[in-house]
């Protein structure tokens, strides 16, 4: 009979504790961020931070983590769950001293951006959309349309600006000129954040960096908006070995398996015809922002 050893025996007992707490086995926790930010609906969840807060934080809970990956595929979408995430990223980072190393798939644009630059390195696709550094708003003009369907609009309100910018109303340039102003500060913040964030490494004139304009991976290399190309499994293993190991954070929902944006509706919520008419229309303001990108 063969004699044991030691090692054998420390390699055995090490086998049977869980990846995270090994010591030997380098692990990158990984969290998806996938959708239009701030749309969310109980059948199409987009990203917020009320969405990925747990996630973010069983990401960052391993404390042997030699990093944590972000996937992101975003267009964009709502400037403050933008930022919020971003924010919740960054204050898990410093706190637990782990750095973020994030991968954009088809697009990086706009919030989606904002999010990215949470990470101290960014990698994408050569043919991955990136950028967008801008604030856009939308909306339409409806008067016209009721007036021919003969419908009468009665509105009562206390402030005068409380219906700033109603699309059936004609449109005021005094209220558009607030709105651009609000859009200006909310930019300006978004280019401080990159600048931030950047630093050195942006190298294009601020001119073409933040008009909004939106460039493939080859060019947001060229202008310092991404570090490297690389998709996950392969960058992650040059940089930490093949034995890495990188769990990917999902929420569960019912029999174990996760139930995107359920939380706590009830079944009947969820099936319900106002459930389904907000989900229409969330996919179709959804699809029109992604639409914006070629995708």
Same mark, same amino acid.
């Given at each position: 009979?063969?004699e044991?050893?030691g090692d054998q025996?420390?390699k055995?007992?090490?086998s049977?504790v869980p990846t995270?707490?090994?010591t030997d086995?380098?692990?990158v926790?990984?969290?998806?961020?996938?959708?239009?930010i701030?749309?969310?609906?109980?059948?199409?969840?987009?990203?917020?931070?009320?969405?990925?807060?747990?996630?973010?934080?069983?990401?960052?809970?391993y404390?042997k983590?030699?990093a944590?990956?972000?996937i992101?595929?975003s267009?964009?979408?709502?400037?403050?769950?933008s930022h919020?995430?971003?924010q919740?990223?960054r204050?898990?980072?410093e706190e637990?001293?782990?750095?973020?190393m994030?991968?954009?798939?088809?697009?990086?644009a706009?919030g @989606?951006?904002?999010?990215?630059?949470?990470?101290?390195?960014?990698?994408c696709?050569v043919?991955s959309i990136?950028?967008?550094?801008?604030?856009?708003?939308?909306?339409f003009g409806l008067q016209?349309?009721?007036?021919?369907?003969?419908?009468?609009?009665?509105?009562?309100? $206390?402030g005068d600006r409380?219906?700033?910018l109603d699309p059936f109303?004609?449109?005021n340039?005094?209220?558009?000129?607030?709105l651009?102003?609000?859009?200006?500060?909310?930019?300006?913040?978004?280019i401080?954040?990159v600048?931030?964030r950047?630093?050195?490494?942006l $190298?294009?004139?601020?001119?073409?960096?933040f008009?909004?304009?939106?460039?493939?991976?080859?060019?947001a290399?060229?202008l @310092?908006?991404?570090?490297g190309f690389?998709e996950?499994?392969?960058?992650?293993r040059?940089?930490?070995g093949d034995k890495?190991e990188t769990p990917?954070?999902?929420?569960?929902g019912?029999?174990?398996?996760r139930?995107?944006g359920?939380g706590?509706?009830?079944?009947?919520?969820?099936?319900? @015809?106002?459930?389904?008419?907000?989900d229409?229309?969330s996919?179709?303001e959804?699809?029109a922002?992604?639409?914006r990108?070629?995708?």
């Amino acid at each position: 009979m063969a004699e044991i050893s030691g090692d054998q025996i420390r390699k055995f007992f090490q086998s049977m504790v869980p990846t995270r707490f090994r010591t030997d086995i380098p692990i990158v926790p990984v969290v998806r961020l996938t959708g239009v930010i701030g749309f969310s609906t109980p059948l199409r969840p987009g990203i917020t931070l009320h969405g990925v807060a747990r996630l973010l934080d069983r990401a960052f809970a391993y404390k042997k983590a030699k990093a944590v990956a972000l996937i992101i595929n975003s267009p964009g979408g709502s400037p403050v769950q933008s930022h919020l995430v971003f924010q919740r990223i960054r204050q898990l980072s410093e706190e637990k001293k782990i750095p973020v190393m994030v991968f954009i798939e088809d697009v990086g644009a706009s919030g @989606g951006y904002m999010i990215a630059c949470a990470g101290d390195e960014i990698f994408c696709d050569v043919s991955s959309i990136v950028g967008s550094i801008g604030v856009v708003g939308a909306t339409f003009g409806l008067q016209k349309a009721i007036e021919k369907l003969g419908v009468e609009r009665r509105i009562y309100t $206390a402030g005068d600006r409380k219906v700033m910018l109603d699309p059936f109303l004609p449109e005021n340039p005094e209220d558009v000129a607030r709105l651009k102003a609000i859009q200006q500060d909310i930019y300006e913040a978004f280019i401080g954040l990159v600048k931030s964030r950047r630093g050195s490494k942006l $190298a294009g004139p601020e001119s073409a960096l933040f008009s909004g304009e939106y460039w493939a991976g080859e060019q947001a290399l060229r202008l @310092g908006l991404v570090d490297g190309f690389g998709e996950i499994r392969t960058v992650l293993r040059e940089r930490f070995g093949d034995k890495v190991e990188t769990p990917l954070m999902a929420d569960r929902g019912w029999f174990g398996r996760r139930v995107p944006g359920v939380g706590s509706q009830s079944l009947s919520r969820l099936l319900s @015809g106002e459930t389904l008419a907000e989900d229409l229309l969330s996919t179709a303001e959804a699809r029109a922002i992604w639409a914006r990108y070629g995708l």
